[in-house]
């Protein structure tokens, strides 16, 4: 885990061939299965290792990137592991910088996404940190391009972190949306309505009625216990 790392316990760069196989046999074992996984959450440095990956900034390849994030939606398929990714420092920040990169492949993006999703389940705190990280304009991008499971994982995200999209009062301040950011919202989420997938219509639906200004009361967060949620 610690040749992961932009750096080596002793300050030193990891050199790029050993991050690069480092990380591959931590995605590996984290997609093995649950045995895999476990090892992963209880070894402390595992879990940071791969956040600090995904925001890694030009210090890591685009590969190196993608690997960790699918390390880390393979961890998040448990929720006690999923608590461990939230633990670590800046894992939101992290992730949203993977979906908004757009020199990373649409994989990365997804799953990183994927875990957003899911820390925006877990807790406020961590919607909080997505919002402020600026989850919202990438999450919002992802559902404008993206396939229809990433369109269904940032609508999901998106109507989880409805407490935060009026966070600006319509000014954007405070991770919260533009007014133009909102009207954007509103018209992706009705194509969705319209157009998308059961599930995706179910989450655009409920997003909607969250939206700064809607007329309708807000309307719980979309249930977590779709099968494909998890």
Do not use: Y
């Amino acid at each position: 885990a610690t040749a992961c790392g932009a750096a080596d316990g002793g300050g030193a760069a990891a050199t790029a061939e050993t991050r690069a196989k480092a990380t591959a046999i931590l995605a590996a074992l984290a997609e093995e299965g649950d045995g895999g996984r476990a090892a992963l959450a209880r070894d402390p440095r595992a879990v940071p290792a791969l956040v600090e990956l995904c925001g890694g900034g030009g210090l890591v390849t685009s590969k190196c990137k993608e690997q960790a994030a699918r390390a880390l939606r393979a961890l998040a398929r448990e929720p006690a592991h999923l608590r461990a990714v939230g633990k670590a420092p800046n894992a939101c920040a992290a992730l949203v910088g993977v979906v908004a990169d757009d020199a990373l492949s649409a994989r990365a993006a997804l799953c990183a996404a994927t875990v957003l999703m899911k820390l925006a389940h877990l807790e406020r705190s961590h919607r909080e940190a997505i919002a402020a990280a600026g989850g919202l304009g990438a999450l919002i991008t992802l559902l404008r391009a993206g396939s229809a499971e990433a369109k269904l994982v940032a609508a999901t995200a998106l109507g989880l972190l409805a407490e935060q999209l009026g966070g600006g009062g319509g000014g954007g301040g405070a991770g919260g949306l533009h007014a133009a950011q909102v009207a954007e919202l509103r018209q992706l989420m009705s194509q969705l309505a319209r157009s998308g997938e059961p599930d995706a219509k179910a989450v655009a639906h409920a997003c909607l009625r969250s939206l700064p200004g809607a007329a309708p009361p807000p309307a719980a967060a979309p249930a977590a216990s779709s099968s494909w949620f998890w």
